[in-house]
């Protein structure tokens, strides 16, 4: 359930449950958190009378379509606050924000900067197949895009990651099946990457993310993959 207010901050924090111990053991669930919070989280902290900053939590942002994310990155927390809808005048966003200092802090030894547009990494406690697995999904599902369209001569597939040259190029050599995506340079920012993979290379890690079908993911790109797995097998009859 999203509830509505006006913006963020009005009425204060409240105290709400969370398991502060969830990121302690890595899984496969743990690992899609923390490859989402790469991507799309932000440690947030605030500023006391000393002149100090104090991590407060970490809190996300998606767009309304995407709630089931959140909805999922609750139900891993164990958290029982709330979602909120913000509405701006060029667009609205669902925001969830988890207040626990513990929570931040344990993120932050991790590796998660609190500033970290343009800093983010591989965390290094993401070692197994399967942690990386999960990782790399959280990534697609909050960083990531999926791409299945018609152009004049055909259909064109693009899976794309954006991010950090350490974090795309770590992610590049943990891909399977020899898939090697192509990293480029944002010109416009000084350490912003894209990293693409097309084509039937795209559907190959597709199927290697959702297969076996994990747990946690993000309910759009997931049905984008079913979309593009159909169109590859229909294409494969055509030409059988």
Same mark, same amino acid.
């Given at each position: 359930m999203v509830e509505t207010?006006?913006? /963020?901050?009005? +009425? $204060?924090?409240?105290?709400?449950?969370?398991?502060?111990? /969830?990121?302690d053991h890595i899984s496969h669930e743990t690992a899609w958190f923390l490859g989402f919070t790469v991507g799309d989280g932000c440690i947030y902290r605030t500023r006391g009378r000393n002149n100090k900053y104090s991590v407060k939590g970490v809190t996300f942002g998606v767009n309304p379509r995407d709630t089931d994310?959140?909805? #999922?990155? #609750?139900?891993?927390?164990?958290?029982?606050?709330?979602? =909120?809808?913000?509405?701006?005048?060029?667009?609205?966003?669902?925001?969830?924000?988890?207040?626990?200092?513990?929570? +931040?802090?344990?993120l932050n030894a991790m590796g998660i900067a609190c500033?970290? @547009?343009?800093?983010?990494? /591989?965390? @290094? !406690?993401?070692?197994?197949?399967?942690?990386?697995?999960?990782?790399?999904l959280g990534l697609l599902d909050s960083d990531g895009m999926v791409r299945?369209?018609?152009?004049? =001569?055909?259909? %064109?597939?693009?899976?794309? /990651?954006?991010?950090?040259?350490?974090?795309?190029? !770590?992610?590049?050599? %943990?891909?399977? !099946?020899?898939?090697? $995506?192509?990293?480029?340079?944002?010109? =416009?920012?000084?350490?912003?990457?894209?990293? @693409?993979?097309?084509? %039937?290379?795209?559907?190959k890690l597709l199927t290697w993310l959702y297969n076996p079908l994990p747990k946690y993911y993000m309910n759009r790109k997931y049905q984008k993959y079913i979309e593009i797995k159909k169109y590859y097998e229909e294409k494969d009859r055509k030409n059988a």
């Open positions: 207010r006006a913006k /963020f901050g009005e +009425g $204060g924090s409240r105290v709400h449950r969370v398991n502060l111990n /969830f990121i994310v959140l909805e #999922k990155i #609750k139900e891993i927390a164990g958290y029982s606050g709330p979602i =909120r809808l913000y509405v701006g005048k060029k667009y609205a966003l669902v925001h969830l924000r988890i207040y626990s200092a513990t929570i +931040g802090k344990k500033k970290k @547009s343009q800093k983010e990494t /591989f965390l @290094s !406690c993401i070692t197994s197949k399967d942690h990386i697995r999960g990782f790399i299945h369209y018609k152009n004049v =001569r055909d259909t %064109r597939t693009e899976i794309r /990651f954006t991010g950090t040259k350490q974090l795309l190029a !770590c992610v590049n050599r %943990r891909l399977p !099946c020899n898939i090697v $995506g192509t990293l480029r340079r944002d010109a =416009r920012m000084h350490n912003q990457y894209s990293l @693409s993979i097309c084509a %039937r290379r795209a559907l």
